[in-house]
């Protein structure tokens, strides 16, 4: 998917709350993968991260998203709010410098 599709599927109130978190952090992995590292989506954010000029605080959100999303989901509680984990899904990409 594209970070566009995801970033709506985050929007889509219709969806459940973990469906909208995951999409909003599957948006986040999609800035991150322009790294190019290969390993596990730890390692890809984890490099990425160094990258992105995100604050230490949404740093360690994605962070959570991440280690959510890889070992939770879809399962509660959630790390964050849809609408927060979307907020951070739009600074991550505006951080990336990518269009």
């Known amino acids: 998917m594209t970070y566009e599709a995801l970033i709506r599927d985050a929007l889509a ?3 459940t709350d973990s469906t909208r978190v995951r999409a909003a952090f599957d948006a986040i ?3 991150c993968k322009t790294t190019g590292v290969p390993g596990s989506p730890e ?3 984890d490099t990425a991260l160094c990258t992105l000029r995100l604050s230490a605080d949404d740093k360690d959100k994605v962070r959570q998203l991440c280690r959510w ?3 939770v989901a879809p399962l ?3 790390p964050l709010s849809p609408d927060a984990a979307l907020a951070l899904a739009l600074r991550a990409h505006l951080s990336d410098g990518d269009d």
Do not use: Q
């Open 76 to 78: 509660g509680p959630l």
């Open 69 to 71: 999303a890889i070992h």
């Open 13 to 15: 109130e219709a969806n």
């Open 29 to 31: 992995f999609e800035c």
């Open 43 to 45: 390692v890809a954010v």
